[in-house]
């Protein structure tokens, strides 16, 4: 790979996520349909958030309710929305007051509620039923089940599937003004029946470099390369009692849902630019069964400098004139050279013609080295052929680099400019 001194700037800008998500939805009271109604809100950041203006979606309407001004919920805090007449119409008189009362229709089968922000976007939804008779946007993955008359929707978990993340309980309907006081507690029950069979169907590794025969990983020079495993797990039963599902003892999240008894589970991980090359194994567990699946790291030769131009001032002629480097990398105006691939690398070096208006300034009084001594076998003459200098540079390893000048007394007034290319040669 051959690269003149260039400067590479990588910013990386990671988007704020608000985290308000829909807690508990209690569709289907006892007594009344109307003002009996209730969401309860949830916001487990360390900071309140502005839900001005905020709305809740239903079958219904896109803005069944509207938040108030001034509408906070406070940080780790819950906001208990309701229909008009909470206080009289709610099943149990000991329940939380409201924070927000307005009229609102919740459909009592094959319906589901959504929040949505001051920008119009959804920012969580939960549905309950048939996916085909509910509106899009009013779900997440699939819906849950519907519940029983008196008994709510509860989140126990927030992995982007209703289907697993809410359970059917006894109400809790915490609200902001109830000062953390759950004078309600429901209980979650997980019955894990070990009877059953779990299977690991495939394993798939990407991106692939080339698509040729197996998975080969070409990765990014001097930064993290990214990779995606997945694969695809079978319960007998239900996907949703599949769990640990690890590879190489880090855990999987779930992806997607293939059908009621397989799901895709995820790993992104990020490999080192220094990876050594070769072959690399995953294997993925869930419970006892296991499978595996390999990837090809290649070979990846390539350099960085950290500066892009030279200068040198010189006033009196019959001198030479040093340019050190240093192996201080991004520090100061002295050149650094890094190894920002995988293999072990020499060095080339080969430069133009310092060409000035009048004349050029002869090249055979420019000595390069890399150890800043200019006379040891890491250093020679610049010259315009390329000259391989033996380094065995190390992935991730910072050499020197630096150039001599002699000004003789036959050069002319003026500037010079000329160019300096390097070059990675793998030393093995």
Same mark, same amino acid.
């Not at 905020?54 to 069944?64: G, P, R, Y």
């Given at each position: ?21 829909i807690e ?11 003002? $009996? ?6 916001? @487990?950041?360390? /900071? ?16 069944? *309710?509207?938040? @108030? ?11 208990? !929305?309701?229909?008009?007449g909470?206080?009289?119409?709610? =099943? ?10 307005e ?16 920008? +119009?976007? #959804?920012?969580?939804s ?22 029983? @008359?008196?008994?709510? /929707? ?10 697993? =993340? ?50 080969? *990983? ?9 990779? #995606? ?21 880090? +855990? ?15 790993l ?8 050594l ?5 995953? /294997?993925v ?14 070979? %990846?030769?390539? !350099?960085?400098v950290?500066?892009?131009? /030279? ?6 002629? &019959? ?28 060095l ?13 300034f002869? %090249?055979? &009084? ?13 250093? $020679? ?6 000259? !391989? ?8 390893? #910072?050499?020197?680099? $630096? %150039?001599?000048?002699f ?22």
């Amino acid at each position: 790979m051959k690269k003149l001194f260039c400067l590479a700037i990588a910013m990386l800008v990671l988007p704020l996520v608000l985290a308000v998500r829909i807690e508990e939805v209690y569709y289907d009271p006892v007594e009344t349909e109307s003002g $009996g109604e209730a969401v309860v809100l949830y916001n @487990p950041l360390d /900071l309140a958030v502005d839900i001005s203006g905020w709305t809740i979606k239903t079958e219904t309407s896109d803005a069944d *309710v509207i938040l @108030p001004l001034e509408a906070v919920i406070g940080a780790q805090g819950y906001y208990l !929305i309701t229909d008009i007449g909470w206080d009289e119409s709610k =099943d149990d008189e000991m329940w939380n007051g409201a924070d927000y009362e307005e009229a609102m229709t919740l459909g009592n089968s094959d319906a589901g509620v959504a929040l949505v922000d001051s920008l +119009s976007q #959804i920012v969580s939804s939960v549905g309950w039923g048939d996916s085909s008779e509910i509106e899009s946007g009013l779900y997440e993955g699939s819906p849950a089940v519907d519940v029983e @008359p008196g008994s709510s /929707l509860l989140r126990v978990q927030s992995l982007g599937n209703n289907f697993v =993340d809410f359970v059917s309980s006894s109400p809790q309907l915490n609200s902001g003004s109830s000062d953390g006081n759950e004078t309600h507690q429901g209980i979650v029950i997980n019955l894990n029946v070990l009877d059953y069979s779990v299977s690991v169907d495939w394993v798939n590794i990407s991106p692939d470099a080339f698509g040729d025969e197996g998975v080969q *990983v070409l990765l990014n020079p001097g930064r993290e390369k990214e990779i #995606i495993i997945t694969s695809m797990i079978t319960h007998e039963f239900n996907y949703s009692f599949i769990e640990n599902v690890t590879v190489n003892n880090q +855990s999987m999240v779930l992806m997607d849902v293939v059908n009621k008894t397989s799901a895709i589970f995820e790993l992104k991980l990020d490999l080192n630019y220094s990876i050594l090359p070769g072959s690399y194994d995953v /294997l993925v567990f869930v419970g006892e069964e296991q499978k595996s699946n390999n990837y090809e790291i290649l070979s %990846l030769m390539a !350099i960085d400098v950290d500066v892009e131009e /030279l200068n040198l001032e010189v006033k009196e002629k &019959n001198l030479r004139y040093a340019l050190l480097g240093d192996q201080n990398w991004n520090v100061g105006d002295k050149p650094s050279i890094k190894n920002i691939g995988n293999v072990g690398l020499d060095l080339g070096v080969k430069a133009t013609e310092l060409v000035g208006e009048d004349a050029n300034f002869l %090249l055979e &009084n420019v000595r390069y080295s890399f150890n800043n001594d200019f006379y040891s076998s890491k250093a $020679g003459q610049l010259s315009t052929e390329l000259e !391989i200098v033996n380094l065995n540079l190390e992935p991730a390893d #910072i050499n020197e680099f $630096g %150039l001599e000048f002699f000004v003789t007394e036959e050069v002319e007034k003026g500037s010079y400019e000329g160019k300096i290319m390097l070059s990675a040669v793998s030393s093995e």
